[in-house]
T-cell receptor
Framework: EAGVTQFPSHSVIEKGQTVTLRCDPISGHDNLYWYRRVMGKEIKFLLHFVKESKQDESGMPNNRFLAERTGGTYSTLKVQPAELEDSGVYFC??????????????FGPGTRLLVL | GNSVTQMEGPVTLSEEAFLTINCTYTATGYPSLFWYVQYPGEGLQLLLKATKADDKGSNKGFEATYRKETTSFHLEKGSVQVSDSAVYFCALRPGSGNTGKLIFGQGTTLQVKP
């Protein structure tokens, strides 16, 4: 069974440009999460999809970030326009819907974003 | 609010040494607690978990006990190997509300030397 995949693995862009990150969850997993780790600090939650609906987007830093999950399969996270402080590692995770409070979230390898 | 605090790294040990990585938390209700590990070049993997007080999670020789009285979930291993070199993250899932989000500590880098 394939794990969570993320694309690209690395991205280097200039301030003001747009970048789109993609996450493919494990097949059949209805829960999809985005997290971010900035400058070696803690990993912070960004948002949570259940199928195609946003269940919790309380961690989204501002309106320059747009996440979508059309059709309830893969998800994209667009940053437009990118700022220097957006640099970091963006992780995606997925889990089955019926996992409850002990559900295991399966993480992808992350996308390393550097904004110059 | 909910938060997780881990000991500062990096931690450098010789092979076969005893490992402790401290983790304390602040949470409302009854959270579930997790340790995740990130090996070089890979994504986060669940190492172990505990869902209620006094539970002990264990995997690959690592152990952690959910201590409600001290709000701690310290990670231990009796004899580390070079292959244990990685970044370790303590995390909690809040016990209240309908959220599935994890709240992480800042991570602790472990380097094990032969």
């Amino acid at each position: 069974e394939a794990g969570v995949t993320q694309f690209p693995s690395h991205s280097v862009i200039e301030k003001g440009q747009t970048v789109t990150l993609r996450c493919d969850p494990i097949s059949g997993h209805d829960n999809l999460y985005w997290y971010r780790r900035v400058m070696g600090k803690e990993i912070k939650f960004l948002l949570h999809f259940v199928k195609e609906s946003k269940q919790d987007e309380s961690g989204m830093p501002n309106n320059r970030f747009l996440a979508e999950r059309t059709g309830g399969t893969y998800s994209t996270l667009k940053v437009q326009p990118a700022e220097l402080e957006d640099s970091g590692v963006y992780f995606c995770a997925s889990s089955p819907l019926a996992g409850g409070p002990t559900e295991t979230q399966y993480f992808g390898p992350g996308t390393r974003l550097l904004v110059l | 609010g909910n938060s997780v605090t881990q000991m500062e790294g990096p931690v450098t040990l010789s092979e076969e040494a005893f490992l402790t990585i401290n983790c304390t938390y602040t949470a409302t209700g009854y959270p579930s607690l997790f340790w995740y590990v990130q090996y070089p070049g890979e994504g986060l993997q669940l190492l172990l978990k505990a869902t209620k007080a006094d539970d002990k999670g264990s995997n690959k020789g690592f152990e952690a006990t959910y201590r409600k009285e001290t709000t701690s979930f310290h990670l231990e291993k009796g004899s580390v190997q070079v292959s244990d070199s990685a970044v370790y993250f303590c995390a909690l899932r809040p016990g209240s509300g309908n959220t599935g989000k994890l709240i992480f500590g800042q991570g602790t880098t472990l380097q094990v030397k032969p």
